[in-house]
């Protein structure tokens, strides 16, 4: 077996030893064909990274022309911009340089004026205050001759004041001193509140259609006033009031009927007295007409007192004292003689009427004629010179 066996090897190593080469050169062949490949796809990848590049390259070109663009649109823009705003500063600058011509002016021509004025008042500032002060004092001595406005007066006074102490002129120092005395007196002088006493009128006025007369049937209205309904008896008035007994509620119905019946005489009793007081009614009546009034001449009388009341508060106005006192006399005489003393509403528009006739309405106001004297001296002191130098 052993003989056979080296003769059995022999073949096979020939036969491996010729299929040996055959594969080393099919081996070199695809080791080539690999790198070729290779090759081509590193030359592929090299080109698409070429053209990525190129095309990106492109894009950041595109971009930033159109990047310039903006820029030099803006740029062409702002140079508009400036253009314009250069323009506008140029006439502005124009303008301002005409605004201050215009100030030169003016300034020249305010000299001049504040040159002429210097001269006015140098020469004729005398004259100028003295028909400023003669207009002043004739307003206020008009304010207290015909209004009676003693503040109106003041305010002018404290005008003409201001007007002397401002001028300060030498001349005139007689006319201050007797403005400060006219001044001085009206302050002292006491006011009279023409508007409370007007306001108080003018409550009586509305008050008279509801004050009740004297006479019978012609006060259907105010006894239907709440005001006029008889007063309830009071706290004071249960004395005269029988008491009602007290009863035990448990007591028989006979007991509570005996106790009512009790107290049935005394309340009988004060009702028919309560009647028998409405019934009769003493007062004394100084003018007998007064009961015998009809409802047209209660109305007629009513219409005479408002307006009596109003004719008094247009003499307050126009300060006519003995108007105004005479014309509330002849009203407090109707309240007393024609209208119910004994109603409170009444004897209160009585007291009222008779406090407001004797109330001043016109105070002694002094007038200005110190002030009015001084300055008539003063122009007249001023008008010598003028007189001598002419005569010269």
Same mark, same amino acid.
């Given at each position: 077996?052993?003989?056979?066996?080296?003769?059995?090897?022999?073949?096979?190593?020939?036969?491996?030893?010729?299929?040996?080469?055959?594969?080393?050169?099919?081996?070199?062949?695809?080791?080539?064909?690999?790198?070729?490949?290779?090759?081509?796809?590193?030359?592929?990848?090299?080109?698409?990274?070429?053209?990525?590049?190129?095309?990106?390259?492109?894009?950041?070109?595109?971009?930033?022309?159109?990047?310039?663009?903006?820029?030099?649109?803006?740029?062409?823009?702002?140079?508009? !911009? /400036?253009?314009? =705003?250069?323009?506008?500063?140029? #006439?502005?600058?124009?303008?301002? @340089? *005409?605004?201050?011509?215009? +100030?030169?002016?003016?300034?020249?021509?305010?000299?001049?004026?504040?040159?002429?004025?210097?001269?006015?008042?140098?020469?004729?500032?005398?004259?100028?205050?003295?028909?400023?002060?003669?207009?002043?004092?004739?307003?206020?001595?008009?304010?207290?001759?015909?209004?009676?406005?003693?503040?109106?007066?003041?305010?002018?006074?404290?005008?003409? !004041? /201001?007007?002397? =102490?401002?001028?300060?002129?030498? #001349?005139?120092?007689?006319?201050? @001193? *007797?403005?400060?005395?006219? +001044?001085?007196?009206?302050?002292?002088?006491?006011?009279?509140?023409?508007?409370?006493?007007?306001?108080?009128?003018?409550?009586?006025?509305?008050?008279?259609?509801?004050?009740p007369l004297l006479a019978p049937g012609v006060n259907a209205v105010i006894d239907a006033s709440p005001a006029a309904q008889p007063p309830v008896a009071t706290a004071g008035?249960?004395?005269?009031?029988?008491?009602?007994?007290?009863?035990?509620?448990?007591?028989?119905?006979?007991?509570?009927?005996?106790?009512?019946?009790?107290?049935?005489?005394?309340?009988?009793?004060?009702?028919?007295?309560?009647?028998?007081?409405?019934?009769?009614?003493?007062?004394?009546?100084?003018?007998?007409?007064?009961?015998?009034?009809?409802?047209?001449?209660?109305?007629?009388?009513?219409?005479?007192?408002?307006?009596?009341?109003?004719?008094?508060?247009?003499?307050?106005?126009?300060?006519?004292?003995?108007?105004?006192?005479?014309?509330?006399?002849?009203?407090?005489?109707?309240?007393?003689?024609?209208?119910?003393?004994?109603?409170?509403?009444?004897?209160?528009?009585?007291?009222?009427?008779?406090?407001?006739?004797?109330?001043?309405?016109?105070?002694?106001?002094?007038?200005?004629g110190n002030s009015l004297h001084a300055l008539e001296a003063a122009r007249a002191k001023a008008?010598?010179?003028?007189?001598?130098?002419?005569?010269?």
């Amino acid at each position: 077996m052993t003989d056979i066996t080296p003769e059995i090897e022999a073949p096979a190593r020939q036969a491996a030893a010729e299929t040996q080469p055959e594969s080393a050169r099919r081996g070199g062949k695809g080791g080539w064909l690999t790198i070729l490949l290779l090759a081509v796809l590193v030359i592929a990848a090299l080109l698409s990274a070429l053209w990525y590049q190129r095309q990106e390259f492109q894009q950041g070109g595109r971009e930033l022309a159109g990047r310039l663009s903006t820029v030099e649109t803006q740029l062409q823009q702002t140079q508009r !911009q /400036a253009d314009e =705003a250069r323009d506008i500063a140029q #006439g502005q600058q124009a303008k301002v @340089q *005409a605004l201050e011509e215009k +100030l030169t002016d003016l300034s020249s021509r305010y000299q001049v004026l504040e040159q002429a004025w210097q001269n006015l008042t140098d020469e004729g500032g005398d004259v100028v205050l003295s028909n400023d002060l003669d207009r002043i004092l004739t307003l206020a001595s008009q304010q207290l001759r015909l209004a009676g406005q003693v503040g109106n007066a003041i305010v002018a006074l404290e005008t003409a !004041q /201001a007007r002397l =102490a401002s001028a300060d002129r030498p #001349g005139f120092a007689m006319v201050l @001193q *007797a403005v400060n005395g006219d +001044l001085e007196r009206l302050r002292m002088t006491p006011q009279v509140d023409i508007p409370a006493l007007s306001r108080r009128v003018d409550a009586l006025v509305r008050q008279i259609d509801t004050l009740p007369l004297l006479a019978p049937g012609v006060n259907a209205v105010i006894d239907a006033s709440p005001a006029a309904q008889p007063p309830v008896a009071t706290a004071g008035d249960s004395a005269a009031v029988p008491a009602t007994l007290v009863v035990d509620p448990d007591a028989s119905w006979w007991v509570r009927w005996r106790a009512e019946m009790e107290t049935w005489p005394g309340r009988l009793g004060h009702a028919i007295a309560g009647e028998f007081s409405n019934l009769v009614k003493v007062q004394r009546i100084d003018a007998p007409d007064a009961l015998l009034l009809s409802p047209d001449q209660a109305s007629q009388l009513r219409s005479n007192l408002r307006q009596r009341l109003l004719t008094a508060q247009v003499a307050l106005l126009a300060r006519q004292p003995d108007v105004w006192k005479s014309e509330l006399d002849i009203v407090a005489r109707a309240l007393s003689q024609y209208f119910d003393m004994q109603n409170v509403d009444v004897a209160r528009a009585f007291t009222q009427v008779e406090a407001l006739a004797q109330a001043p309405i016109k105070a002694d106001i002094p007038d200005i004629g110190n002030s009015l004297h001084a300055l008539e001296a003063a122009r007249a002191k001023a008008a010598l010179p003028a007189e001598s130098g002419a005569q010269e």
